[in-house]
């Protein structure tokens, strides 16, 4: 049986189905775990048949596993779904994340647990119809819908009574953007009648969708606006610490940063790629500001949740600082970058919690010493903070390493002052991240440590942690294996053509970067 | 099947009046504090019969009757079937609310029915007077029903307080037609439409059109003209107000619609700014006040200005989109509203003992499946995708947007944003952990098989609309198409010299 044709409909609505299912278990035992578990798994191993199937030959541009039916006449509105190399790698990572999401809740969440897992498996129903839509009513709608379960998740299951506040806080900073998007989405109707996204695109190229130059400035600032909260980039980021510090692990794990990055560069870049250029160095600015503010605040936070948030904001940045570079390693690295926070931040929000759910605490000065009592939880926090500080043969390097010789290759002067300020901003991370793991885990036992006796990690936190760990390490040695796909989605979006000049090696001698480079193994994808 | 247009056009009408009737003769045979549920099933059966017959309307096309002071079309169809099914909804509801509770609940049903008639009259009217007595038998059905729980004080004002504002409205409608009729010598809107071109007074005919706009307003309850809702919707038996906060609105729509795309079209420009800035203060006004609210009746109340708001913005787009989104919206509207209501009337009982956002706290874990489905329509009245509220909010906007009014579907879209806030805290509420209390209540009685039937309908329609809106959307559009179809054929008929090009018609599904 060819699944092709059907395949993304068919992923994108089996956690929905799940939920529907869920809804009539009984909730006994965990009956409701065991089944959102194999709901879970079923999607990934769904999403999986995308990079199976893959054709990398295809022309840029093109979709693939495409599906498109008509849905509403007048509007002109499309069932039109499709992936390409920009969207596959984001969906698998939404796929890969939900049963490890699942595992990680398995004792925390023990009461009102059915309402936890629909919203859960809503929640990824939204996020995986954001990457397949090419309608863009369709992606719109799933677009806020990623905003309801995940509002739900915080302000019900929220940690502190802080939580209905952040859940609203988090649901107005989103929807307002969100609806002034939506004039935008209609603006772009009226004036093309049609929302079939890649035709958008097609007319963008052209610059066939308006004359009126004001009107596409304002629409597209409308549509970097929505995105930019969603991300968030600097200095829209005000719904972010309190949002993470709220909400339980396996919301945390998909909160921030693909979702937008994604979308800007589908619509941002793709519909409107002038005003984008016009606009990326104040972009890149912003980034750069958002890279050391974040790191600099990390490093005084005494709450280690709020620390992962405000490092969070500094990981969606480089991707940010990366995109807005508009050459080819800059864009690339971009995306790799978002790959990168959704594995590692994913990894170190897993790990706090499961520091929380033995002491009940996050605050950093209660622990200590935790090294010698816990060698394993020890040994996934050092790999999964070198993986984020972007250390050589884990995936944080090459995404970072792409970014950063991504900036200095566009030539515009100022870039290279707001890339030695983002590259200072590594240093503050490693420091951060540093820090943390030495007051966590080594020094004279704490407070908590002392007093309560926690365990190492057992069969299913194992279970939950080492897929991620792995993908770290296969994406920092085996890079091209996913830039096979990630490349032709990014050559297209840049400035620049792909052409002799620019092979692997004039990616490597950039000089000013801060990196070790004889382990990089990136090569041979262009 | 041949019948005369006489008997045609009204024949949903003919069928509601009949079964309210009969339900008034009957009601004294039955045995004093015997079961009135046998009287309600006949009203659900009368209902379900004149829903039939409108859509059995649908076959004939356009039907003028009553010397043309009648015109059944697809428009006013589409309002038949939309008030037909929130009769439907809101009488299952009430059998079980009503039994053992009120003295007089057989009478309850037969006004229901008579409001009915009212309403659906006002839809298919294209003479004003007719839409007067149309109006006036609706409004005089709400006003019995809305003082229907007796010897509360909060229902007797209720009742009193929507009789006098509302009496003081329809006297503005009403010198609004006579304003009409001197300016143009006709109180048909056809004949208005084209005594405009030729009137010598056409500031009398702006003062007769705003002041129908007065009107109208107040029974949509669009700010300025909105102070009464809170504190009828707060005392009015939580049934009635999921048919008064829908039926009625959607009839008073349905009339400003003609008034202005059939009667004045010729004066867009003029009654476009007025309704513009009605669309925007009862938005703004709507929302904003319902933020303040902690009872759930007078916050839904605000709310419902705030949607009507929303409605009116279809006014400011070209007359096709603008009667088919204003339509849609509508239908969405009414659907989960009524079904808002519904649930509301399960929560709280004849007695009202669920009234403030505290007695809603931790509602879902006593009565999950209930409160399942509040959320559902709540988060359909955000707008939230899949739902109609979603499609209906789009639909109007973009309506507004290719007829070039961006910003008011900006400060519409911004306004969705405030109102996010105060949905959501009811939301948040329901799903809050119980206070101590709170969990000691005795347990909910069950819902009554009717009125699960009533929520599953308005359940699903509100679904419908939101993922598979295609064919409501093309009765809406049809509904457009027609209108304007008929005010060519007058418009040539009037004046063959100057006779436009016809719009096409759609074609049949």
């Known amino acids: 049986m060819n699944l092709d044709h059907s395949i993304l409909t068919l992923l994108t609505f089996t956690p929905l189905v799940g939920a529907v299912l869920l809804a009539f278990l009984p909730d006994k035992g965990k009956t409701l775990q065991w089944a959102a578990l194999a709901i879970t798994l079923l999607t990934f191993l769904m999403t999986l048949h995308l990079p199976a199937h893959f054709s990398y030959n295809a022309a840029a541009g093109t979709y693939q596993f495409e599906q498109n039916i008509g849905w509403i006449d007048s509007p002109a509105i499309r069932y039109h779904l499709g992936v390409d190399g920009l969207s596959m790698w984001l969906i698998v990572l939404t796929g890969l994340l939900a049963p490890l999401g699942v595992l990680i809740s398995w004792n925390t969440i023990s009461e009102r647990k059915k309402l936890f897992y629909i919203f859960f498996l809503l929640q990824q129903v939204a996020m995986l119809g954001v990457f397949v839509s090419l309608d863009l009513f369709l992606y719109y709608a799933f677009w806020e819908l990623t905003l309801v379960p995940m509002t739900l998740l915080i302000g019900v299951f929220g940690r502190t009574d802080n939580r209905r506040r952040a859940a609203i806080k988090y649901f107005l900073y989103a929807f307002i953007p969100s609806a002034v998007m939506l004039v935008a989405v209609l603006w772009l109707y009226v004036n093309t009648g049609t929302f079939d996204i890649p035709q958008l695109i097609a007319l963008a190229t052209r610059h066939g969708i308006s004359t009126n130059n004001a009107g596409l400035w304002l629409c597209s600032l409308a549509f970097l606006g929505a995105f930019a909260v969603k991300v968030p980039v600097f200095p829209l980021h005000g719904w972010l610490s309190d949002a993470v510090s709220e909400a339980p692990t396996a919301a945390v794990m998909v909160l921030a940063g693909k979702l937008g990055l994604y979308s800007i560069l589908r619509f941002s870049f793709g519909i409107f790629p002038d005003q984008s250029r016009h606009i990326a160095p104040l972009l890149i600015a912003l980034a750069a500001i958002g890279i050391v503010y974040g790191a600099l605040l990390a490093l005084v936070q005494k709450d280690l949740k709020k620390l992962a948030a405000y490092g969070t904001l500094g990981h969606v940045s480089v991707a940010v600082l990366g995109l807005f570079t508009f050459t080819i390693a800059g864009i690339d690295g971009g995306i790799y970058q978002t790959l990168n926070e959704g594995i590692g931040g994913a990894a170190l929000f897993m790990l706090l919690g499961l520091l929380y759910e033995r002491y009940g605490t996050y605050d950093v000065r209660e622990f200590g010493g935790l090294a010698g009592k816990f060698p394993w939880m020890v040994t996934l926090f050092v790999i999964t903070t070198l993986s984020v500080i972007g250390l050589p043969i884990l995936n944080g390097f090459v995404g970072e390493f792409l970014v950063f010789s991504g900036v200095m290759q566009a030539n515009v002067l100022h870039h290279a002052f707001w890339t030695a300020l983002a590259t200072s901003g590594v240093i503050l991370t490693a420091a951060y991240m540093l820090l943390m793991i030495q007051r966590v885990f080594y020094g004279s036992l704490g407070l908590k440590s002392k007093s309560v006796t926690g365990w190492d990690l057992d069969a299913r936190e194992h279970l939950a942690l080492w897929p991620l760990i792995l993908v770290m390490l296969a994406m920092g040695v085996a890079s091209p294996y996913w830039m096979q796909a990630i490349d032709p989605a990014g050559v297209v979006l840049a400035d620049e053509t792909p052409d002799a000049s620019q092979t692997p090696k004039a990616v490597y001698s950039v000089p000013g970067s801060n990196f070790p480079q004889q382990q990089f193994q990136e090569g041979g994808q262009r | ?509």
């Open chain 2, 1 to 509: 099947m041949n019948l005369a247009p006489n008997v045609l056009a009204l024949l949903p009408e003919y069928i509601l009046t009949l079964a309210g009737v009969f339900i008034m003769l009957a009601e004294p045979c039955l045995k004093p504090g015997s079961s009135r549920k046998p009287l309600g099933w006949i009203a659900i059966l009368g209902t379900l019969l004149a829903a039939g017959a409108s859509w059995f309307q649908l076959g004939f096309g356009t039907v003028h009757a009553f010397s043309g002071s009648i015109q059944t079309d697809a428009f006013s169809i589409f309002f038949h079937l939309l008030i037909a099914a929130v009769v439907l909804v809101t009488l299952l509801g009430s059998l079980e609310y009503f039994e053992g509770n009120a003295t007089h609940a057989g009478e309850y049903y037969a006004l229901v029915l008579f409001g009915a008639v009212g309403m659906m009259l006002m839809t298919c009217s294209t003479e004003l007077l007719m839409v007067f007595i149309g109006l006036e038998i609706s409004s005089i059905s709400t006003y019995i029903m809305a003082g229907f729980r007796k010897g509360q004080a909060v229902a007797s004002e209720s009742s009193i307080k929507y009789f006098l504002l509302g009496s003081f409205a329809t006297a503005f409608f009403l010198y609004g037609i006579a304003l009409a009729f001197g300016a143009t010598g006709s109180t048909s809107l056809a004949a208005i439409a084209v005594g405009l071109g030729t009137t010598k007074t056409p500031t009398l005919a702006i003062l007769a059109l705003a002041m129908m706009i007065i009107g109208l307003g107040f029974k949509v309850s669009a700010a300025p003209f909105h102070v009464w809702t809170p504190d009828v919707y707060q005392g009015a038996p939580a049934p009635v107000v999921g048919l008064m906060s829908t039926a009625p609105k959607a009839a008073a729509f349905a009339v400003l619609l003609r008034i202005a795309f059939s009667g004045f079209p010729s004066m867009q420009h003029r009654w476009a700014i007025m309704i513009w800035i009605l669309a925007a203060l009862s938005m703004t006004i709507g929302n904003l006040g319902a933020l303040l609210q902690r009872d759930v009746k007078r916050m839904l109340a605000y709310s419902s200005i705030a949607h009507a708001g929303y409605l009116l913005v279809a006014f400011t787009a070209f007359p096709v989109e603008g009667i088919s989104a204003a339509a849609f919206y509508t239908a969405a509207y009414a659907a989960m509203n009524v079904g808002a209501f519904a649930v509301i009337t399960q929560v709280g009982g004849f007695n009202e003992t669920a009234r403030t956002l505290d007695d809603y706290r931790g509602l879902a874990t006593r009565r999950p499946v209930l409160s399942g489905v509040f959320a559902f329509f709540l988060l359909s009245l955000i707008g939230i995708p899949f739902t109609g509220g979603f499609f209906g909010k789009f639909y109007v906007f973009s309506a507004a947007i290719g007829s070039g009014h961006i910003w008011l579907a900006v400060i519409g879209l911004i306004n969705s944003g405030v109102a996010c806030f105060y949905y959501l805290r009811l939301l948040a509420t329901i799903y809050a952990k119980p206070t101590a209390e709170a969990s000691e209540v005795a347990p909910a009685t069950p819902v009554s098989v009717p009125a699960i039937v009533g929520l599953t309908l308005a359940t699903v329609a509100t679904l419908v609309l939101g993922i598979m809106p295609g064919n409501t959307l093309w009765l809406a559009q049809y509904a457009g198409t027609s209108t304007m179809i008929e005010n060519a054929r007058e418009q040539c008929a009037a004046t063959p010299n100057n006779c436009q090009q016809m719009p096409v018609p759609m074609e049949r599904r």
